[in-house]
C-alpha cells in the first residue's frame, strides 16, 4: 500500500532558483491539497483540488502554483524559491469529495531555501 | 472566512495527568471535525465527529463535539509519555480544510 507519497523528502535551493515538489496517491482521491509547516507552528494550506482539472488556492498560495492534470498526481511548483519558504511541506488526499472525511498525508518533505 | 482556534497552544504535565484539548471553530457549512495526533512525521487520525456528543477512541481518549456552541474538546486521561505530540483540530465545511494551530502536549516521565 504506497498510499500517499511525495519527493524529494529533503531538498536545499538558493534564492531564486525554480522547483517542483511531487505527490503522488494510488487510492483514487477526488480531493488533495498542499500544506507547510513551519517549525512550532500547525499545518497551513497552500492549495487544494476538488478533482482532474480543478485547482483553489488555500490560506497561503502566494509563490506556489499547481496543477492537477490527473486524478493520481497533484505537483506544487516554487517558481522563484524566497527563504520563507523554508518549510515542511506535506501532501494530503482524501476519498470522495473529501468533505467529511479522513485526511491521508505523504510522509512530508523538508525544503531549505538559503 | 472560516477559522479555528485551538488552545492552550502548549502544555507540560507529569505522566498520570488529564488534560482537556479545546478547539473552537467557525465553518461555513459545517460537516465534521476531525482530531489528529502529530509526532515526528506526518498527522495520524484520531476521531472524527459530526454529531454532538461523544466518541471514544481508546480507553484513554475521549472527544465532545458540541455543534450549537461550536467547539470540540480532546481529553486524554492518564496520560503517558507517548501522548507527547501535535494535536491538531480540523472542521469540515468547504473543501478549503483548515486545520487549528495545534496544542504541543509533552508529558514528562
Known amino acids: 500500500n504506497a498510499g500517499v507519497t511525495q519527493t524529494p523528502k529533503f531538498q536545499v535551493l538558493k534564492t531564486g532558483q525554480s522547483m517542483t515538489l511531487q505527490c503522488a496517491q494510488d487510492?483514487?482521491?477526488?480531493?488533495m491539497s498542499w500544506y507547510r509547516q513551519d517549525p512550532g507552528m500547525g499545518l497551513r494550506l497552500i492549495h487544494y483540488s476538488v478533482g482532474a482539472g480543478i485547482t483553489d488556492q488555500g490560506e497561503v498560495p502566494n509563490g506556489y502554483n499547481v496543477s492537477r492534470s490527473t486524478t493520481e498526481d497533484f505537483p506544487l511548483r516554487l517558481l522563484s524559491a524566497a527563504p520563507s519558504q523554508t518549510s515542511v511541506y506535506f501532501c494530503a488526499s482524501s476519498s470522495g469529495q473529501g468533505r467529511t472525511g479522513e485526511l491521508f498525508f505523504g510522509e512530508g518533505s523538508r525544503l531549505t531555501v538559503l | 472566512e472560516d477559522k479555528v482556534v485551538q488552545s492552550p497552544l502548549s502544555l507540560v504535565v507529569h505522566e498520570g495527568d488529564t488534560v482537556t484539548l479545546n478547539c473552537s471553530y467557525e465553518?461555513?457549512?459545517?460537516?465534521?471535525l476531525l482530531w489528529y495526533k502529530q509526532e515526528k512525521k506526518a498527522p495520524t487520525f484520531l476521531f472524527m465527529l459530526?454529531?454532538?456528543?461523544i466518541e471514544k477512541k481508546s480507553g484513554r481518549l475521549s472527544s465532545i463535539l458540541d455543534k450549537k456552541e461550536l467547539f470540540s474538546i480532546l481529553n486524554i486521561t492518564a496520560t503517558q509519555t507517548g501522548d507527547s505530540a501535535i494535536y491538531l483540530c480540523?472542521?469540515?465545511?468547504?473543501?478549503?480544510?483548515?486545520f487549528g494551530t495545534g496544542t504541543r502536549l509533552k508529558v514528562l516521565a
Open positions: 465553518v461555513t457549512n459545517f460537516r465534521s
Open positions: 480540523k472542521p469540515s465545511g468547504t473543501y478549503k480544510y483548515i
Open positions: 459530526t454529531s454532538s456528543g
Open positions: 487510492m483514487n482521491h477526488e480531493y
